[in-house]
């Protein structure tokens, strides 16, 4: 049980176009999902927090018109990367909270990998 | 906010070995305190988890140890296997649904044959 999957896995894509990456929580309602970013051999690094229906909450220097983020259902939250640039290249990852049992816990998607070129 | 340390950064051990990482956080209010392990380009995976109604939490090889008194919390895995091999996080959060974690900055373990 927990499971949240994540797509598309790896992305690459030019400079200054759009990429959205989904989060799914396959097995229980998420009733809040979190963004993070991670660089290579660096800790996550939480952007968003997302309940359903209702706006995102960003962290402190995080661009919210940039990274736009959906949480139109209890089990998907979507990330959008708006006019990608090379320093957005990193690895991202969600994650979901809300399992029964255990409303604390996080569990995590495998990850997306964006290459911006 | 909250703010959570880890060390080391690295550790060595050989197989069979004990290993241990030590996590200090900054907020009492702090009340859940998981650990996570991540393979390289993999997703971090619950390992083990606390709550600060309790000291330690035992699960196979694997315990954590909390200190509330002190703010600190350490995770114990005994007899070291080569799939040990990883990055470990600790992480601290006010619980509940809807309270963010903070990660210390990892640790990555190496375990030696």
């Known amino acids: 049980g927990a499971v949240v999957s994540q797509h598309p896995s790896r992305v690459i894509c030019k400079s200054g176009t759009s990429v959205k990456i989904e989060c799914r929580s396959l097995d229980f309602q998420a009733t809040t999902m979190f963004w993070y970013r991670q660089f290579p051999k660096q800790s996550l690094m939480l952007m968003a927090t997302?309940?359903?229906?209702?706006?995102?909450?960003?962290e402190q220097g995080v661009e919210k018109d940039k990274f736009l983020i959906n949480h139109a259902s209890l089990t998907l939250s979507t990330l959008t990367v708006t006019s990608a640039h090379p320093e957005d290249s990193s690895f991202y990852i969600c994650?979901?909270?809300?399992?029964?049992?255990?409303?604390?816990?996080?569990?995590f998607g495998p990850g997306t990998r964006l290459t911006v070129l | 906010g909250e703010n959570v340390e880890q060390h080391p950064s690295t550790l060595s051990v050989q197989e069979g070995d004990s290993a241990v990482i030590k996590c200090t956080y900054s907020?009492?209010?702090?009340?859940?305190f998981p650990w996570y392990k991540q393979e390289l380009g993999k997703r971090p995976q619950l390992i083990i988890d606390i709550r600060s109604n309790v000291g330690e939490k035992k699960d196979q090889r694997i315990a954590v140890t909390l200190n509330k008194t002190a703010k600190h919390f350490s995770l114990h895995i005994t007899e070291t296997q080569p799939e040990d091999s990883a990055v470990y996080f600790c992480?601290?959060?006010?619980?509940?649904?809807?309270?963010?974690?903070?990660f210390g900055t990892g640790t990555q373990l190496k375990v030696e044959l």
């Open positions: 994650s979901a909270q809300g399992a029964s049992g255990s409303t604390d816990t996080q569990y």
């Open positions: 992480a601290a959060s006010r619980g509940g649904g809807g309270n963010k974690l903070t």
């Open positions: 997302s309940n359903e229906g209702s706006k995102a909450t960003y």
């Open positions: 907020d009492s209010a702090s009340n859940y």
